[in-house]
Nanobody
Framework: QVQLVESGGGLVQAGGSLRLSCAAS????????MGWFRQAAGKEREFVAA????????YYADSVEGRFTISRDNARNTVNLQMNSLKPEDTAVYSC????????????????WGQGTQVTVSS
């Protein structure tokens, strides 16, 4: 069983930056593909970014490509999401997730989820 805990959310002005972190425990972190998803109020959960177990491969949603960067540190069992040039439409609860299936954009293929952290971008 893998436990995931996100941190780093908060309130930021449009154009600003935030760095989210997800700490994993209880499993072999380096064997999991990791992803970040977000859910805005009244909307469905959407894929943001994913990274392979080695960190070599990454994938981004078109809406965040070029602004967000996903990375991982297998020695520290953490995955990070650096978010730059934030927009009000980035406001959402951001959750990290772990999958045994390499890395994927599909939420229901992830096995473990964190509780999420709120990101609010003001205009």
């Amino acid at each position: 069983q893998v436990q995931l805990v996100e941190s780093g959310g908060g309130l930021v002005q449009a154009g600003g930056s935030l760095r989210l972190s997800c700490a994993a425990s209880g499993g072999t972190f380096s064997s999991y593909g990791m992803g970040w998803f977000r859910q805005a109020a009244g909307k469905e959960r959407e894929f943001v970014a994913a990274i392979s177990w080695s960190g070599v491969s990454t994938y981004y949603a078109d809406s965040v490509e070029g602004r967000f960067t996903i990375s991982r540190d297998n020695a520290r069992n953490t995955v990070n999401l650096q978010m730059n040039s934030l927009k009000p439409e980035d406001t959402a609860v951001y959750s990290c997730a772990a999958t045994v299936r390499g890395y994927t954009t599909t939420a229901n293929l992830y096995n473990y989820w964190g509780q999420g952290t709120q990101v609010t971008v003001s205009s």
